[in-house]
């Protein structure tokens, strides 16, 4: 397994550093209703041919992250601060024609719900292969048969004929498949998955992750995978980023975070996650409280109107001072505990519970 | 594709039956007599009994209605009015024609008014609400929402006159409106139709304007829409080529609908312009509790209607691949 480094250096100009270097990133959107700070000074790093997990719950800003990545949002309603480092190139600041000819090539994304998010209007032949002509100047014929080869590639049957088919006439599983092939035509190095099995029953995302694998260990392609089921986390990710109203809280190998969680949050999602191994009836704990308004963010450690432990720390720390992401290394949390007392809650009442 | 004529061919005939039914029975709720029409001033009883007797109208309505159903196909003999061959549509209780060749001589000119005004409408107001999409909440944008306001509260009969009076007679920049049969001339049918075009397709043309603004933007924000995007698709080719694609449906659905209303801004129009259409055959048969011909006219509007409709939904199929003409 690749280790990765969760060290802080100066943004630019850059040496050699990770594949994909997630510096500060804020997104703010403004709304009717006031800013949605929808994602607050977060940072992470990717190892080209890992795979990062994200996790956290709805609305924590999973997919508003990673869509800073791409650039995909409105500008005109969008404010987006901090950097994105993919290799020597940066990309917030990054022109339009530029992301153009990164997107879907050097960098693609797969999204969750297949069917609303292949164009209805057009066959899956075509809208896999106008990515390869757009971003390689092939020709009809030349795309045409890349589409073929990447359908079969995926394990869509008689891909030559399936190539005229549009995608109401796929199943769940097999029009995930033609998301993965369209994403793949033109090897990107960066595959971006906004829960991409979350739609499908569970032996097809069985396959779809295992696609996943086998693509990444053939091509050294990088991956973030957003999800919310734990064990396609645990089964598929090197390294997690778990993420609270907009903010990472706790991050480290797949191992650290889910055998030894330091956040009192991540002990909670964990809790209230369902297991794939786990044998005991036990119910499911959501976590206490409501999900944090982005509007109006809690000031402080984000996660402390809900924490049944900041007594622990101290009078309000917890909810005036925002804590930051500690050690600068390894296995790190946002969490004003110490790691004695970390340990002592969670081998004491938390790992029963999972 | 065979199902689905003879499906929608055989619901036409039966909407139709219905309008015709109903129209026909609404008329005779009006307390008026037509053979009073037929009398004279000086009117003896007794001859407004033959009169009666001659129009058929001393049967019992449904036998009325039957008989002027089966003249459609089979013609028929009026005594009034002597052999009326199939299509017999009647004749004219006020003015003695024949309705189906009155009909026959007007369409041209409603078909004209109507789908000329269609062109216009679905053109401006489609590419002022494209504008007005991709320039989303920019000037252009709050321009092109605002005129539309404005146009959509400008009614044909006050505007009508106004074009008229600017246009045609301060400045002479085009003829007075009138109807050049086409296939005579047709610049001429082109230029003396222009006006009334314009005028009929105001209201319209504000109305497509801001739903094609309204449908791109909520396509702007689909899905798939983003997926293009996120492959690298130049914004041009994902404005133009997806969520373009996918507005072409509820605005397709909308014309649907709009047909009737067009019909009836014709009505507006062809008054307005003294043009001699269908619209005008309606009004004065209207006036003159002419029957046959309110009949006549009810008919072929709902027929054009339901023509129109049926070509949408090939339509749909065609913009839509998911849609199975069944
Ligand atoms: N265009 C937008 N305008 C305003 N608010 C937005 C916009 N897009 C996302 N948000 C808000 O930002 C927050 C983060 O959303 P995001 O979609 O990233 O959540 P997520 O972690 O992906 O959740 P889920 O697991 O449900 O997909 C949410 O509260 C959402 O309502
Ligand atoms: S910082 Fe305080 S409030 Fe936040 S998680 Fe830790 S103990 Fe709880
Ligand atoms: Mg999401």
Known sequence: MTTVTWDREPATPRGPGPFLSVRDL????STEDGIVHAVDRLSFDLEK?????????????????????????????????????????????ASRSTLERLRGNRVAMIFQDPL??????????????????????????????????????????????????YPHQFSGGMRQRVMIAMALVCDPDLLIADEPTTALDV??????????????????????????????????????LVMYAGRAIEQGTVQQVLREPHHPYTWGLLASMPKLNSNVDLPLLPVRGTPPSLLNPPSGCPFHPRCDYRDLVGPDLCSTERPELSPADGHRDACYLTLAQKREIFNGKIKERL | MFRFFVRRVIGAAVILLIISAVTFFLFYAIPRDPARAFCGKICPPQNLILIRHNLGMDEP????????????????????????????????????????????????????????????????????????????????????STTSVIGASLQIYFVGPIVVFFVVDSMGLLPRPSYIPFTEDPLGWFVH??????????????????????????????????????????????????????????????????????FGGAIITEQTFTLHGIGELAVRAVQNTDLPMLLGVTLVGAFSIVVLNIVVDVLYAFIDPRVRLA
């Open chain 1, 49 to 93: 041919g890992t795979t990062l997990g994200i996790v956290g719950e709805s609305g924590s800003g999973k997919s508003v992250s990673n869509l800073s990545i791409l650039g995909l949002h409105d500008k005109a309603h969008t404010k987006i601060g901090g950097e994105i480092w993919l290799e020597d190139q940066e990309l917030v600041s």
């Open chain 1, 26 to 29: 804020s997104v703010q959107f």
């Open chain 2, 61 to 144: 309505l449904f036998v009325q209605y039957w008989h002027w159903l089966v003249g459609i196909f089979t013609g028929r003999d009026l005594v009034q009015f002597g052999q009326c061959d199939a299509p017999c549509l009647g004749y004219s209780f006020a003015t003695q024609e024949s309705v189906f060749s009155a009909i026959i001589d007007r369409f041209p000119v409603t078909i004209s008014v109507t789908m000329g005004a269609a062109v216009v409408f679905l053109s401006f107001g489609i590419i002022t609400g494209m504008i007005a999409a991709w320039q989303q909440g920019r000037p252009l944008d709050k321009i092109a």
């Open chain 2, 193 to 262: 139709l222009l006006i009334p075009w314009v005028v009929l397709s105001i209201i319209f043309t504000a109305n497509y304007t801001r739903m094609t603004r309204s449908v791109m933007v909520e396509q702007l924000a689909e899905d798939y829409v983003r997926t293009a995007r996120a492959k690298g698709m130049s914004s041009r080719t994902v404005f133009l080529r997806f969520a373009w694609r996918g507005a072409m449906i509820p605005i397709v659905t909308i014309f649907g609908v709009d047909l009737a209303t067009l």
């Open chain 1, 116 to 165: 609303t998010s292949l164009s209805p209007y057009h066959t899956v032949g075509r809208q896999i292969s106008e990515v390869f002509r757009k971003h390689k100047g092939a020709s009809k014929a030349e795309s045409r048969a890349r589409a073929i080869e990447m359908l079969d590639r995926v394990g869509i049957p008689q891909a030559k004929t399936r190539l005229e088919d």
């Open chain 1, 203 to 240: 032996t097809v995302q069985a396959q779809i992750l295992d696609l996943l694998k086998d693509l990444q260990q053939d091509f050294g392609t990088s991956i973030i995978l957003i999800t919310h089921d734990l064990g396609v986390v645990a089964k598929t990710v090197h390294n997690v």
